[in-house]
């Protein structure tokens, strides 16, 4: 059998016509992602001294003559998430991917001398299926790729070593101290250190801060949406802690 040519323009054509939707293709899901719905990042928890310094004057009255010891409950206002930085596979990333939850529940045991208030004890659960992001197809994808939250619904923290603080500069003001505990995401447990800011005002503790570490250390790959939109190595975990008097 003769195999007869093919016509090599018409071949050309298919080929740059194939190439030419592609782009299309990736062209409009980049107007989409970036343009349609622009990101729009909330910023890293972070406790704001002149809340906490305009607090100060019923902050300490409250302080010194109630007991600051005893089991501190988690109340409205606490949230906790994740922040991690999103990259198209050609162009640089726009911003930072942040989810958040306010389902969150736990508390600490305290204890108070003269001069100084520790946390003894801590415990917190995050319920990670419920973070909510600005993109209700991220959202949707981290049940099931990164964090798997189908899988493993809950993130939890436990105190390993007690934190001590100063009364004077607690109250009314943000001071930082280093925090030692287990995290448990993704169903792995790891000892981490990291800083906190506290701040006490009135009844209210208030604690913020992040862990960044790299996804494999919590038995995690870092997420891929149709090769298109992947993240960076490292994913960062965020919280702001408002306890009261149990």
Do not use: C
């Amino acid at each position: 059998m003769v195999k007869l040519p093919g016509n090599p323009t018409k071949k050309r054509l298919a080929l740059l016509a194939v190439g030419a939707g592609v782009t299309l293709i990736v062209v409009a899901f980049l107007l989409v992602y970036f343009v349609v719905f622009p990101t729009s990042s909330p910023k890293p928890f972070k406790l704001a001294t002149s809340t906490a310094a305009a607090a100060e004057g019923t902050g300490s009255a409250s302080t010194s003559t109630v007991s600051a010891g005893g089991r501190w409950s988690i109340v409205a206002g606490s949230q906790a998430g994740y922040r991690v930085r999103e990259k198209l596979a050609f162009l640089p990333a726009q911003s930072d991917a942040v989810g958040r939850t306010s389902s969150i529940t736990g508390a600490a045991a305290l204890t108070e001398s003269k001069d100084t208030l520790a946390i003894a004890a801590a415990s917190f659960d995050v319920a990670v299926n419920t973070l909510k992001s600005d993109r209700s197809m991220r959202d949707e994808k981290i049940h099931e790729i990164g964090l798997e939250s189908n899988r493993y619904p809950t993130a939890t923290f436990a105190l390993s070593v007690p934190v001590t603080l100063a009364k004077r500069a607690l109250t009314g003001h943000v001071t930082r101290a280093s925090v030692t505990g287990v995290f448990t995401i993704h169903g792995t447990s790891k000892r981490e250190t990291f800083p906190v800011e506290f701040s006490l005002s009135g009844s209210t503790l208030e604690a913020a801060g992040s862990l960044t570490f790299p996804w494999s250390e919590f038995g995690m790959t870092a997420p891929s949406v149709g090769g298109f939109v992947n993240v960076t190595e490292k994913a960062t975990m965020e919280f702001d802690l408002r306890l009261q008097r149990a």
